[in-house]
């Protein structure tokens, strides 16, 4: 167990529709990551929070938006959804900081069915 | 760009014999590299990284990597494989010159261990 929750585990929805998945990190992490696990584009960073403020940006679509809420714990908003969205989404944290050396903690994963 | 390729989309051994699992990188400047499994329905879990000093390091579970600046590899190792080791692997990397946080993943290989 990395200390890192996700919920839900499992989430099937329809195109067009909108979804929120929940991350909490390690206790004392100050950085979480979402990435997006697809069958055809592999895993791939999606979005970076550090403390609250966004701190870096990957492959995320503009339909795609994230936070992280003063208690650490971030959202990842996924709206209008299309049948390519489908895919498990992974958060990890970090403790955060200038600390490029350490490594992540992965949660378990969303699997996100669009239907 | 920077890159990890993982040339071998599966790796098939039988328990008892060594493994290896290829990762090699493209990046400017010095990378940091780690190795992450995942088994199935579950997050990504650490096995271990190179940041600098010894080429081969030593990680969870029996696995060893080295690192190879000569070649930019950092091919996993394991002397003695079980059949428990069988597992989807990724290599990665983050890039401390570019001062971002995030792990450019590989696209996995898939090792299988047959008793």
């Known amino acids: 167990d990395s200390g890192v929750t996700q919920t839900p585990k499992h989430l099937i929805t329809a195109t067009g529709q909108r979804v929120t998945l929940r991350c909490s990190p390690r206790?004392?992490?100050?950085?979480v990551y979402w990435y997006q696990q697809s069958l055809d584009q592999g895993l791939q960073f999606l979005i970076q929070?550090?403390?609250?403020?966004?701190?870096a940006k990957g492959n995320i679509l503009e339909r795609f938006s994230a936070q992280q809420f003063p208690d650490l714990h971030s959202e990842l908003n996924l709206s209008s959804l299309e049948l390519g969205d489908s895919a498990l989404y992974f958060c990890?944290?970090?403790?955060?900081?200038?600390?490029?050396?350490?490594?992540?903690?992965f949660g378990p994963g969303t699997r996100l069915t669009v239907l | 760009a920077q890159s990890v390729a993982q040339p071998e989309d599966q790796v098939n051994v039988a328990e008892g014999n060594p493994l290896t699992v290829k990762c090699t990188y493209s990046?400017?400047?010095?990378?940091?590299l780690f190795w992450y499994v995942q088994y199935p329905n579950r997050g990504l879990q650490f096995l271990l990284k190179?940041?600098?000093?010894?080429?081969l390091v030593k990680g969870s579970y029996g696995f060893e990597a080295e690192f190879n600046k000569s070649q930019t590899s950092f091919h996993l190792k394991k002397p003695s494989a079980l059949v428990s080791d069988s597992a989807l692997y990724f290599c990665?990397?983050?890039?401390?010159?570019?001062?971002?946080?995030?792990?450019?993943f590989g696209t996995g290989t898939r090792l299988q261990v047959f008793p």
């Open positions: 990046v400017s400047g010095n990378p940091y």
């Open positions: 990665a990397v983050r890039v401390p010159a570019e001062n971002t946080d995030k792990l450019i």
């Open positions: 190179y940041i600098t000093g010894d080429n």
């Open positions: 929070y550090y403390n609250g403020e966004e701190r």
């Open positions: 206790s004392g992490d100050l950085s």
């Open positions: 990890a944290s970090t403790r955060g900081g200038r600390e490029l050396y350490n490594e992540q903690f």
